[in-house]
């Protein structure tokens, strides 16, 4: 079992940045795969970043060149870099692990992110 708990969420002005925050516990060393997705009202959750157990990142268009996914092994927490941040970048964001091997998959409870204009 795999707990997240996410962090870091607020309001921001355009143009200004937050970190997101992932801090995991449990049978962590059995996730290969870590996302960052976002949700607002009556739309699907979208992709924004994914981070492997190699290392290998991928990103939403969106927010390709403004958004960094990362992570610190020592505090098992992966963290969501985002600047330049506009109004449609305003989401609850969520957290997502993936255990392959069992076919597990757990998310954290969301952080809302607000980008005022």
């Known amino acids: 079992q795999v707990q997240l708990v996410e962090s870091g969420g607020g309001l921001v002005q355009a143009g200004g940045s937050l970190r997101l925050s992932c801090a995991a516990s449990g049978i962590i060393r059995s996730i290969n795969v870590m996302r960052w997705y976002r949700q607002t009202p009556g739309k699907q959750r979208e992709l924004v970043a994914q981070?492997?157990?190699?290392?290998?990142?991928n990103y939403a268009d969106s927010v390709k060149g403004r958004f960094t996914i990362s992570r610190d092994n020592a505090k098992n927490t992966v963290y969501l870099q985002m600047n330049s941040l506009k109004s449609e970048d305003t989401a609850v964001y969520y957290c997502?692990?993936?255990?392959?091997?069992?076919?597990?998959?757990?998310w954290g409870q969301g952080t809302q992110v607000t980008v005022s204009s």
């Open positions: 997502y692990a993936y255990n392959p091997t069992a076919g597990s998959e757990y």
């Open positions: 981070l492997t157990r190699g290392g290998t990142t």
